[in-house]
């Protein structure tokens, strides 16, 4: 993740941009936007971390690695030189998806779009094909992911997502990331969130508060799950703008 910030910030430096007024960013997009302000906090005005956290959890990494085992295990993927062959590792790739996808949901979620709801039928039919609403919602999700996503990508982006450590990359301590940083910190979390949970969320407000960051936190209430950030959730919405016309009052841009 360190990597993929670095690249940013020379991008920025060769198109003559000095520094963010913010950088925001959900899920993998928030560890990039803690990174941003542990390694240039100079260059970032403010930061808003959403449904992030400053490393992965033990079961996060399980969900990683199922996924891109499904992906190897697709005889198409061919060791990852499946381009040069004339292959696509569909099959695997749109189960990872799948299984992925689940976790950016909650269980209050689903019920309410799907429960048990059957497909264009009246009835179960005792196989393999997709009988539940909920089944071909995911097979929809697995298809359509295979046509704009490269699978080599998916397990690089997600074994970045498990070596990221922010606290190991500050001497084991996460308040060290920050000290001294001028940064404006909104950090956001959702209540059905368990991919990233909203203790994860405090544990990096904690960290800010530790080194007397300037930091607002909120908790919004929604059943959206993790992909809540991505919604058009009112109070979400709400609160980002509320802390983004703030920031701007105070660098004098409103």
């Not at 990494?61 to 990852?80: K, L, N, T, Y």
């Not at 039928?121 to 295979?146: N, P």
């Not at 001028?182 to 508060?209: K, Q």
């Not at 709400?238 to 841009?253: D, I, T, Y």
Request: with cysteine.
């Amino acid at each position: 993740v360190a990597d993929m910030v670095r690249a940013q910030a020379m991008l920025l430096d060769h198109l003559g941009i000095a520094d963010l007024f913010a950088v925001i960013g959900g899920s993998l997009g928030g560890m990039q936007v803690l990174e941003w302000a542990s390694l240039y906090p100079q260059r970032v005005f403010a930061a808003i971390p959403i449904a992030a956290s400053a490393y992965e959890s033990a079961q996060n990494i399980a969900f990683h690695e199922s996924g891109r085992q499904a992906v190897m295990a697709d005889p198409d993927w061919c060791q990852g030189d499946y381009l040069a062959q004339g292959k696509r590792p569909h099959r695997g790739l749109a189960v990872a998806r799948m299984a992925a996808h689940v976790t950016y949901l909650s269980e209050a979620a689903l019920q309410r779009k799907f429960g048990r709801r059957l497909q264009d039928r009246k009835a179960v039919t005792y196989g393999f094909e997709a009988d539940f609403q909920v089944e071909s919602y995911l097979r929809h999700q697995g298809i359509t992911f295979v046509d704009r996503f490269d699978a080599n990508s998916y397990l690089y982006i997600t074994r970045a997502s498990d070596y990221f450590d922010l606290a190991a990359e500050n001497g084991g301590v996460l308040a060290n990331a920050f000290i001294g940083t001028p940064t404006r910190f909104c950090v956001l979390s959702f209540t059905s969130d368990w991919l990233h949970p909203t203790s994860e969320s405090r544990e990096i407000v904690r960290a800010l508060n530790a080194v007397a960051a300037n930091v607002s936190f909120a908790e919004i209430e929604t059943d959206g799950g993790h992909d809540s950030f991505l919604l058009d959730v009112a109070e979400y919405h709400r609160v980002l703008k509320g802390f983004l016309n703030g920031a701007a009052a105070h660098r004098g841009l409103a």
